[in-house]
């Protein structure tokens, strides 16, 4: 029965019950955690062989007998850009190889272009910004460090609405037509982080070809989870800087990805990719700011998967460990939620999380009543800039770190604080 | 017999003599490198162990239980805090042990200040910018790549001569005394880039205490050779922080050093210290930029040196390996080069260079005709703001990259091009 068609006494009764079970989860004093994207340990023994696959002095030479020992190459490997060029679909060219981690790289392009700009004769955003308040726009529920990034940089940030093909097309092409201080979009194209849904073709040549009042527009493509699929039958996402190619639009394009869910988190390595012209602008300023990034770990990531068919062979390894993980909460909610007609919620792909919408004003009462059963969720907001949801609604769910007996543990309490928040939204209605 | 005093005769007969020796070299199509501070393949030989320190998945734990293959701990792992804190003399919250390299934080620290300020309530660089040109205080010669830094980041270069005890701090006082333009001074303070000196107590305590117009006036401190002794009864240099707690201006000290040419210079780890309130701010900011430095390679720096006491015994076989080399260069200069009295150069007790003035105006073409007989050395210029020497006479030799027998090979080439280039200027005069 939908919580909705209930009368008072039976949503009272079904609160009263709902209670008792919650208040014996928050007895056992639980300590579970769905707030973050990170692997799990098992995930992360998958690659115990890179640890060792540059073990000598002999194994540290590249094919181009480049002593990876030593200082230089501060746009990568060749081997290793040889390696993670087809992950984001470009040449040997359009790419750099560098250290941990994508989001590191993100936050210096930004500053690279406040500080100097973007390379095309365009001001600085830093100088631009004197004279009117520059604006970034952000698909929502989105990431919580991208917006954190355009945040602190002083950007204005504008929610854009996304459907389950990507953003609100409509809304961008009017919003960058018109007006130039706006100077660029967060996207995460695949298995979007957290709604786990993929950029239509549309979505992406509209992406492409669009008019923009500035010059200095730029699409910051966090292509994380390209390669993070948890089906046979996976998503596919067209090349934005193909399309942009055909559009003369490619100098706006810039795609990111790492090996940070691939191999290690904290010792993986991210890749930049964009149009030729983009690269060796960013190179021309890294040699000042760089001696080059640690090649060592680079020639492990190449030794260890030999070719981009040894990388997509792997990550079936990562699915058969966190499909599970997803099917256990999406069960979980399925079972418990689904009857009663309170929320909603992704059931993705691929990628590292489950976005659930709860009904308006209910997420942070969520959130309390799991943290305070010993379950740690997102904090509710924290998908969108500010750390504002308007509806109060939107939850990120993480799956992937708990081993998969907490995860069902968690998964049951987080439903039984979803009944109780609604229920009581209800009752005050 | 000083070249000096030679008749034009004399002079001739010794240019000829000369030449015909050195094309004699010309024509053996030598390739030989003393242009940059390169740690040689022995050396790098020295860290084999470093590689396979970390090499199951058992071995990727921190001591406090972090699993150091996951994201987090932005500002590195405390057993790393705990064995390079010495490094600089600092205590474990004075220090962040970040990836590879210091260069990399420094460049990163200028970009942080300009666009976000020094964190004690001063307007960003950036903004004062828009008034007034900055300025930047450079002792020369010094080292192209921090040269290279501030002009990126626009700054106006003020060269600082620098004697045997340090800069010129009768200058320096007099200058951040007046002019609150100036925001910063790089300092090579152990083994100078390129000079070798050690600064003095008296130059340390002076830079601690000093007053400066502008508040947020910083000292980048690049203590790169603080453990880069050459002989057995090394240099002392005293405690910047230290010295400036006592005067109250402890913000303004930022001290840099690394791994890179401990371990390897492409995948060392590099060491941030400041005072406490300097590390939060930093820290702060880098908490939205980073996910945290490679912990995986910080755990295998500490498990292969285990202790500072570790990491300084290891510095003694790349004396061993280095100190020959020196001795090989300075040896060639003593027999070849000081009878002529046509030139002046350093005896370093540590560090990567030998610091070579030619009479004025001839370090350009003791340079080309190096490079016209084989032999690379880091341009004439390079040591000063600009690539500009006014005098025409400092040359950079950095002897530890190549084998012995190359670098005997080379001395000679240069010895024989400063004795050309020194002739032919006399004869002009």
Known sequence: MELKAMSKSELEAFLKETTEEYDGYKAKGLKLNMARGKPGADQLDLTEGMLTAV??????????????????????????????????????????????????????????????????????????AREKKLKWLCPVPGYDRHFLITEKFGFEMINIPTGENGPDMDMIEKLVAEDDSIKGIWCVPMYANPTGITYSDEVVKRLASMKTAAADFRIFWDNAYCIHHLSDTPDKLLNLLDEAKKAGNEDRVLMYASTSKVTYPGAGVAVFASSKANIDYVKSLMTVQSIGPDKINQLRHVKFFGDFNGVTEHMKKHAAIIAPKFKAVLDELEREIAPLGIASWTKPNGGYFISFNTMQGCAKEVCRLCKEAGVVLTGAGATFPYGKDPEDSNIRIAPTLPPIEELELAAKVFALSVKIASAKKLLAE
């Open 55 to 128: 073990k000598s002095n002999a194994d540290c030479y590249a094919e181009d007998g480049t002593d990876c020992r030593n200082y230089g190459i501060v746009d990568g490997l060749p081997e290793a850009k040889k390696l993670f060029a087809p992950m984001l679909g470009v040449s040997e060219d359009e790419i750099m190889v560098l250290g941990n981690s994508s989001l590191t790289i993100m936050y210096d392009n930004i500053a690279k272009f406040t500080v100097f700009g973007t390379g095309n004769g365009a001001e600085p955003w830093g100088v631009q």
